[in-house]
């Protein structure tokens, strides 16, 4: 079974940038689909884009096209999340999950990732 563990949360001024990291273990790194995620205090969980590890095909949310870079560390076996120009919008806890075992990505929606780390806290100030 996948283990993700989410890193790099923090408190930030709008306008500033952040990297969150996503660590996935006790699993193949590559040829799965790996989705970060957001969710704001009394909003849906919300999917912000996704990346086939490995094969490195990238999807980005229309929300925050423009603004965020996912990437990955094979070595590491580690995804990032890039957020610039953050707003105060972007308050939430981050997530990523994973798609096993595969090489496409689904759409990214919270259903369709079985696994998921514990989140990382993401505050922005304005």
């Known amino acids: 079974q996948a283990q993700l563990v989410e890193s790099g949360g923090g408190s930030v001024q709008a306008g500033g940038s952040l990297r969150l990291s996503c660590e996935a273990s006790a699993y193949p790194y590559n040829s799965n689909c790996i989705g970060w995620f957001r969710q704001a205090p009394g909003k849906e969980r919300e999917g912000v884009g996704t990346i086939i590890t490995g094969d490195g095909g990238l999807f980005y949310a229309d929300s925050v096209k423009g603004r965020v870079t996912i990437s990955q560390d094979i070595a590491k076996n580690t995804v990032y999340l890039q957020i610039n120009s953050l707003k105060a919008e972007d308050t939430a806890m981050y997530y990523c999950?994973?798609?096993?075992?595969?090489?496409?990505?689904?759409?990214?929606?919270?259903?369709?990732?079985?696994?998921w780390g514990r989140g990382t806290q993401v505050t922005v100030s304005s």
């Open positions: 999950a994973i798609n096993p075992g595969t090489r496409w990505c689904p759409p990214p929606s919270p259903e369709n990732f079985p696994y």
